[in-house]
Nanobody, 120 residues
Framework: QVQLVESGGGLVQPGGSLRLSCAASESDFSIYDMAWYRQPPEKQRELVAAISSGGDTNYADSVKERFTISRDNARNTVYLEMNNLKPEDTAVYYC??????????????WGQGTLVTVSS
């Protein structure tokens, strides 16, 4: 089973920056799409950004021009660079990965979540 280890959340002032990282534990799996979702307080989980195995990216309108998703396929790691953070970016951020096991079983895996708080 793939496990995802997230890091990089914390408290930041408005206008500040943070970088989230998410590493998949298994190297024998074929990682397909990688993404970041977030769940603001008392709201539903929403897609923030996604990146395909080929490097195609997709962003929520609210984070375009401020956030950048990238991946290191050799390290099975996805990153989210967040700049010009706003209070409305406050949320628990979840890493998501789709993968194929060596026995060709399709998996969708979620990280445990990391809290990002934007406040002065």
């Amino acid at each position: 089973q793939v496990q995802l280890v997230e890091s990089g959340g914390g408290l930041v002032q408005p206008g500040g920056s943070l970088r989230l990282s998410c590493a998949a534990s298994e190297s024998d799996f074929s990682i397909y799409d990688m993404a970041w979702y977030r769940q603001p307080p008392e709201k539903q989980r929403e897609l923030v950004a996604a990146i395909s195995s080929g490097g195609d990216t997709n962003y929520a309108d609210s984070v375009k021009e401020r956030f950048t998703i990238s991946r290191d396929n050799a390290r099975n790691t996805v990153y989210l660079e967040m700049n010009n953070l706003k209070p409305e970016d406050t949320a628990v951020y979840y890493c998501y990965v789709s993968a194929l096991t060596p026995s060709y079983r399709y998996l969708e895996v979620w990280g445990q979540g990391t809290l990002v708080t934007v406040s002065s």
